[in-house]
């Protein structure tokens, strides 16, 4: 039996996690939502620029994107981006044919790939040798989902991302240098703050 394959290739370019999302906050003009996965995301989220429209999880792994879906749904009128590492995805395969079926309009979500859990001492994910990210997305309904080629390719796809009329998946596969700073880790202000970024909470 033949087969056709007709998803994005795994590109072999390797970026840095910190210049990509700092390449993404530089684009961000309209107070979109940003949601960043545990760890190495948030850190190099935090030090890209911190704004109230940020939200770090801490110690909920794999839970970036079902919450930046809950947020695009919630805002359908605010673009809202999430940040996740590819240990974590695996956690929550299941997300995202939920968010296929949904389909907002209104959400990009970019897979950090560097095929290790990093933050726990550099063990291979799983899939680091035989699963695509992105060939999963396709599959699981996102037909929007592609690898990024390199630096310019990924700033590319956001801004095309900014005005797609469904989700958005964008793969990119990383280097395995720690993240830059550290994120102020009190669950209590990082809610409070985020709440008060998307309109519906008085600031502190």
Wanted: proline residues 5%.
């Amino acid at each position: 039996m033949s087969t056709t394959n007709d998803t994005p290739a795994r590109n072999t370019q390797v970026m840095n996690r910190f210049d990509l999302t700092s390449r993404l906050i530089a684009k961000l003009k309209n107070e979109e939502a940003v949601i960043g996965g545990i760890g190495n995301t948030n850190f190099d989220l935090w030090a890209a620029g911190h704004r109230p429209q940020n939200f770090y999880m801490l110690g909920s792994m794999g839970l970036a994107f079902p919450i930046a879906l809950g947020v695009a749904l919630a805002q359908p009128d605010r673009r809202v981006f999430a940040l996740e590492g590819d240990g974590s995805l695996l956690m929550q395969l299941g997300s995202l044919s939920t968010i296929a079926t949904l389909a907002p309009k209104n959400l990009t979500m970019v897979v950090m790939d560097n095929g290790i859990y990093q933050i726990t001492g550099a063990q291979p994910t799983p899939g680091a040798a035989v699963a695509d990210l992105v060939a999963i997305a396709v599959a699981s309904g996102l037909t929007n989902s592609t690898w990024a080629a390199d630096e310019d390719d990924f700033e590319r796809l956001i801004e095309q991302s900014l005005s797609a009329a469904g989700p958005t998946l964008i793969g990119v596969r990383i280097d395995d240098k720690p993240g830059t700073g550290t994120t102020r880790r009190d669950p209590v202000q990082i809610r409070e703050r985020f709440m008060h970024g998307m309109g519906v909470r008085e600031p502190l």
